[in-house]
């Protein structure tokens, strides 16, 4: 079965610069979200997107900004990048109506920030 | 707010016995629904088991099964016939109904001992 892609995978940046993390949600899923986990961290909520709208926002800096497209994909771009916002970032998806809303979660991409 | 509380920071199991993974939960939503999740050390997001708070039988997948205890907000994992390959982070988590973000706890990082 088809799962969450994530792309890059690793990315490795320095500081202030920018970097636009993409994720192609599972066909049919309707709904995506962004997570961030630091290490040793639980995964925290960044935003999601429900037929490509804005559905809800969390701890986001305002240096991140994301968006879903017309083919539901979601890119999360981040600028002026810290030390701090070296992380996994995962991208997950649901499907609103069917089942019980599970989020399945892509395989993430590791960004190091130098 | 929801909060997920897992108070097990680590647990070991012998190999082919079974071990519960605790997890308790705080919410005052009416709907919501629980889920468990494994990142082995790779770091994927693997999603396990998910329980719905109206569902009135507790939910089974494979060898998880998830103990659901409504009135003592309680949603403990069970692992039966543990493997070498269940060694990872497990993570329990919950949402509110609809396209909402996942809340997780900080994990239990289970060992599975051969």
């Known amino acids: 079965a088809a799962g969450v892609i994530q792309s890059p995978r690793h990315l490795i940046k320095e500081k202030r610069e920018t970097a636009t993390l993409k994720c192609y949600p599972i066909?049919?899923?309707?709904?995506v979200y962004w997570y961030q986990q630091g290490p040793g961290q639980d995964p925290q909520f960044l935003i999601s997107?429900?037929?490509?709208?804005?559905?809800d926002k969390g701890s986001i800096p305002d240096r991140f900004s994301a968006q879903q497209f017309s083919d539901y994909h979601s890119e999360l771009n981040m600028s002026s990048l810290e030390l701090g916002d070296s992380a996994l970032y995962f991208c997950a998806s649901s499907v609103t109506g069917v089942g019980g809303d599970e989020q399945y979660f892509g395989p993430g991409t590791r960004l190091t920030v130098t | 707010a929801q909060k997920i509380t897992q108070t097990q920071p680590g647990m070991f199991v012998q190999e082919k016995e079974a071990v519960t993974l605790d997890c308790t939960y705080d919410t005052s939503d009416p709907s919501y629904g629980l889920f468990w999740y494994k990142q082995p050390s790779s770091g994927e997001m693997i999603f396990l088991i998910y329980?719905?708070?109206?569902?009135?039988q507790n939910a089974t997948e494979g060898r998880y099964s998830l103990n659901f205890q409504k009135a003592r907000k309680s949603a403990n994992l069970v692992i039966s016939a543990s493997q070498l390959g269940d060694s990872a982070m497990y993570f329990c988590a919950m949402s509110s109904e609809g396209y909402q973000k996942v809340t997780f706890g900080i994990g239990t990082k289970l060992q599975v001992i051969p």
């Open positions: 066909p049919r899923h309707d709904t």
């Open positions: 329980q719905g708070s109206y569902d009135q």
């Open positions: 997107f429900y037929e490509k709208m804005q559905s």
